[in-house]
């Protein structure tokens, strides 16, 4: 019998390991290569780099959360988020909420035609905020990770 508690545990790691690893790359790497060029040039290398991992990233999202809710139903873990010693359950469902935020609400509805006009980028505190926010979240995601697993092994 196949066990669908263990099926969504793979999904679940898997797409976070393809969504906050792209995180990695492009905050890490891409971003600060491209945060040097021209502002011009930052805002062509940053739509190329937007237009390609965002729709990737909302797959990975939305694999992440149904197969998050398909464990808390499988395995009774709902009481989890009444107690404050699971608060790594709140952060992963916290920092879930910040990305969806970003790759749902912001990135289509604000950023995408506010940083694509290339005059937004003609001063240079735009290169240095994005990779700022992309710092921030890719800190935040690689706590979420750090504290399911150890928070998982008992350790909290
Ligand atoms: C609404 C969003 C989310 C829900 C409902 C959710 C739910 C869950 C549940 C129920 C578990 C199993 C816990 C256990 O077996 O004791 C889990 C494990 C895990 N989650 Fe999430 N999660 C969400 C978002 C995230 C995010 C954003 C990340 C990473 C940034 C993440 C990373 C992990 C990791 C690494 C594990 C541990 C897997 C293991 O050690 O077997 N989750 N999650």
Redesign the pocket.
Known sequence: MIDWGAVA?IV??LA?VV??GGVWMVTTILLPAIAAKAPAEFAQGFREIEQRFAPQARIA?IL??L??????QH?A?WP?FGQSRFWW?HL??F???L?ALLLFVLEPLVLRRKFHQEAAFASRPAPAAMLRLHRVMLG???L??AA??G???GLF
């Open positions: 545990r679940h790691v976070v969504w906050i999202v992440v959360l197969s998050g809710l398909y464990m808390a395995y873990l989890r359950m992963m469902v920092v879930w909420a990305f935040l995601a690689l979420a990770i399911a697993v928070g998982r092994e």
